[in-house]
């Protein structure tokens, strides 16, 4: 999260990934150890950064992502690219630190490096070297040199082994080198197929026994080390996305701003509406626009839903924490900023309006407000899961408001809807029927207007007959039931992204099972 510092990203996923036995001191404390072995003391209370405001650099977060994976001195470390984005002494130092770590703890590090400096290089015991997915070598570091120079490609004096070794393989460059080398000079891709074929025959059958052998000797039991409990873990991540919801302005703040500004300019151009017969068109204009502005403002904060899932999937792939914990966390910490963003504007844009006086009335309408943002973030959440693309996500959002709107019965009559299609599942399933006609019920109900027709004298028209007549607003259920039915909608998206986050992972680790045979 981009707007922790390096202190707090290590911290919390200390809490998470650290059993319950140790004390929050004793996790605080380790935690701060692994920041300063990987040389990030000065940077400890320095925010990471995102995209509003600069933070660490890029090795600086390299290193922070080392520090969350070294936490729990785990017997099997994958490091991608580690040294990345290093200079040749900070790369030198993070190796050698883990290298210590893992003689010590007796820790396996799996690491896929490009271009190590040579001190870098003589650290590592075994070496795989691919090109283009072939296995050109696979041994001990010791062994490489000396196959290369068997193979008829011996290394220069004083030259870095593994710059010789990629130099060698790299056939991106091969056009360039044969216009411009001598003619007896291998291609890359020659010398590829020259080292392959020399290692199948020569280094791939002693390697095929000595895995046979190791696998003959046994080794030790693994056990998943102990972690938080679900308790725990729901809690820190409540904590943590709070903090960051609280810090990111672009999360709820600027739309916080945005209502106020709008909410000023609502309640203004419907400044008491009163009581006339045309304020019952004022009235219906005031609840739709209201509900489509905080509805549709919502998407607002998909970019930051997009980062969310991102640390939530990198998070999940290094099983910090589960699905289960990730959609409650998210909903609880999200819920007191929706409830600020409905209280505040939602008052403004009320009174000034002259909507229904009583404080049961403002606070059904609060609380529909706040669940209608609920559901939405809700939707756009399973969005941001099958579309993780800023601009798409927000153009799909958008689009799928903008039908489910048409369809909330202020702009058509329900009655008038296409029964094929519109009516018939779209005008059911879209929440804005049930946000409109409970706002409407809680508005209109109570209430007498003017009536227009000048048969008789002092005529009025109540509000039941507003609803039914002009309206079509189903009155065989009470507004809570309306509000029910979004409750019940939020919690069916919340399931809906839980399903298609465990479906996804079913499907990919098929695939990777499937793509992993076809190389046998």
Partial sequence: MSTLSVREAVYYSAHLQLPDTMLASEKRAHAERVIREMGLS??????????????????????????????????????????????????????????????REGMTVIAAVHQPSGDVFDLFHGLLLLAYGRMVFFGTVSNATEFFTQSGFPCPHLRNPSDHFLRTINKDFDEGTMESSKANRKTAAEATNILTNAYHSTYSEK?????????????????????????????VLTRRSFLNMHRDIGYYWMRLGIYLGIGICLGTIFYQVGYSYSS??????????????????????FPSFVEDIKLFRRERLSGHYGVMEFVISNTLSATPYLAVIAVIPGAMMYYLTGLTRGAEHFAYFVATLCMCTLLVESMMM???????DFLMGIIIGAGIQGMMMLNGGFFRLPNELPKPVWKYPCYYISFHKYAVQG???????????????????????????????????EMGYSKWVNLAILFGMMVTYRMIFFVIVKIAEELRLKLRGIRFRRLK
């Fill in 42 to 103: 000065d940077t400890m209370d320095t925010r990471i950064g995102g995209r509003i405001t600069k933070g660490i650099s890029g090795g600086q977060r390299k290193r922070m992502s080392i520090c969350i994976e070294m936490l729990t001195r785990p017997r099997l470390l994958f490091l991608d690219e580690p040294t990345s984005g290093l200079d040749s002494a900070a790369s030198y130092h993070v190796m050698s630190h883990i290298t210590r770590v893992a003689a």
């Fill in 207 to 235: 390697t095929a026994n000595e895995i046979v052998e190791m696998k003959g000797m046994g080794g030790t039991s693994f056990r998943r080390k102990e972690q938080a409990s679900f308790l725990t873990k729901l809690l």
């Fill in 280 to 301: 019952i068109q004022s009235r219906c204009e005031v609840i739709m626009y209201t509900t489509a502005l905080v509805t549709f403002m919502a998407i607002g904060g």
């Fill in 382 to 388: 399973i969005i941001a899961v099958i579309v993780p």
């Fill in 439 to 473: 706002f409407y019920k809680n508005e209109f109900i109570g209430l007498s207007f003017p009536s227009d027709q000048l048969i008789e004298a002092n005529a009025t028209i109540s509000g039941l007959q507003v609803l039914k007549e002009r309206l079509q607003v």
